[in-house]
């Protein structure tokens, strides 16, 4: 798929197939995260890939809007570590871009993906911190649900040139 053409298509997805996913496609996700850029190329981030049915079914009673992880094939967890970046406060913005760069691969090797926010919500972030014992300096800023699509959805025209400006407002 041409990158453009992958941006313009992806949609976030939440109806799976009942397939296993396999090790080198999760790899594949993950390598895509790690390629993203971020802030003195410090990347501060850690991944947590989440299989287990059962770890996968608590999240659904910690997260509100992550009931698909009843039928999603497995989630990454994305966090930040405080530890590994010389930018304060820039490990949101680094983990954002890996988020964003899992959701495209995703979306080029044919899986469904969509973004849970965790970061900034307090009670959300606490409540995995709690569930997979995170250390004190990393932080979670999404959950991304993953499984092959049982769902299509149709592309929004979302372009909106009186958005732009040049030289000045």
Known sequence: MEIIEGIFTRRSIRKY???KIPVEQVNILIKAAMYAPSARNQQPWHFVVVTERDIL????KVHPYAKMLAEAQL????CGDETLE?????WVVDCSAAT????LAAHGIGLGAVWLGLHPRE???????DLFKLPENIQP???ISI???DEVKETPERFKPERIHYNKW
């Not at 989630?75 to 994305?78: R, Y």
């Not at 010389?86 to 820039?90: D, N, P």
């Not at 964003?100 to 959701?103: A, F, P, R, V």
């Open 86 to 90: 010389l930018s304060q406060g820039y």
């Open 147 to 149: 499984g092959y699509p």
């Open 57 to 60: 079914e608590k999240i659904t």
């Open 17 to 19: 197939k009942d397939k």
């Open 123 to 129: 009670e959300r972030k606490q409540a995995i911190r």
């Open 100 to 103: 964003e760069n899992i959701l």
């Open 75 to 78: 989630a990454i967890l994305v």
């Open 141 to 143: 800023l999404s959950l």
